[in-house]
C-alpha cells in the first residue's frame, strides 16, 4: 500500500507535465519529493537556503489564530454542504474543485477559506506560498504530513477531478505530449 501511494504521486506529476500544466523543473522536484517520501531519498530535496524569520512554532501557532478567526468569517463564503467541489485536508488546506488559479500547482490549498488569498499549498511538494513566488520556508508540511496527504484516496481523486476539470477550462493549452488523450486518466 505505501509503494502505491507514491505512484500516484508519480502519476499525477507525469499527468500534470503531458499536458502542459507544469514545467521540466516542477516535474523534477515532484519526483524528487515522491522518491523522499517513498525513502529512497534521506535529505529532504526542497531548498533550505532562503529560511524566514518566523520559527515553525510561530507558524503553526499563527495559523490556529487565523482559523479561528476566519472561520466565522468565512463560513458564509464557503459552503461546506458540497463535499464533491471543497475537500479540507490536514485540518486547514481547502482544495477546491473549479479553482481556476494554476498557480502554484493545479491543485492548490487555500488555508481555511477558497476565498482566501494567501497563503496557498502546493501539496506535490508541500511548498507553502505567501505570495506570488515567495514561499514560507517555515510553513513546508513535513514528511509525515505529505503521506498523511497522499495516503487518502479522496484526496487522490479530488486532484485527478480538478486536473480533469482545469484541462476543459484552459483549452487552448495544445496538449501536444498527451499520450492517450486530453481525457483519459491513468488508472489509480
Not at 27 to 50: F, H, M
Not at 118 to 131: A, C, I
Not at 138 to 160: G, V
Request: hydrophobic share 30%.
Amino acid at each position: 500500500m505505501e509503494i502505491y501511494m507514491y505512484h500516484h504521486l508519480f502519476l499525477l506529476a507525469d499527468l500534470s507535465y503531458q499536458i502542459g500544466l507544469i514545467g521540466l523543473s516542477e516535474y523534477n522536484e515532484r519526483v524528487c519529493i515522491a522518491k523522499w517520501l517513498s525513502g529512497e531519498l534521506e535529505q529532504d530535496p526542497r531548498n533550505t537556503t532562503n529560511r524566514q524569520e518566523q520559527t515553525p512554532e510561530e507558524w503553526r501557532d499563527s495559523l490556529e489564530a487565523d482559523s479561528s478567526r476566519d472561520s466565522e468569517s468565512n463560513q458564509a463564503k464557503d459552503n461546506p454542504q458540497d463535499p464533491i467541489l471543497r475537500l479540507v485536508m490536514l485540518n486547514h488546506w481547502v482544495f477546491t474543485i473549479g479553482d481556476k488559479d494554476c498557480y502554484p500547482s493545479v491543485p492548490h490549498g487555500h488555508r481555511n477559506s477558497k476565498t482566501t488569498k494567501w497563503p496557498k499549498l502546493n501539496p506535490y511538494n508541500g511548498r507553502v506560498f505567501e505570495g506570488m513566488h515567495r514561499e514560507n520556508v517555515t510553513a513546508r508540511l513535513e514528511k509525515s504530513d505529505m503521506q498523511k496527504l497522499w495516503r487518502d484516496s479522496n484526496f487522490i481523486n479530488h486532484c485527478r477531478s480538478q486536473i480533469h476539470w482545469y484541462s476543459g477550462f484552459a483549452p487552448s493549452y495544445a496538449f501536444p505530449n498527451a499520450r492517450c488523450g486530453r481525457y483519459v486518466f491513468p488508472r489509480w
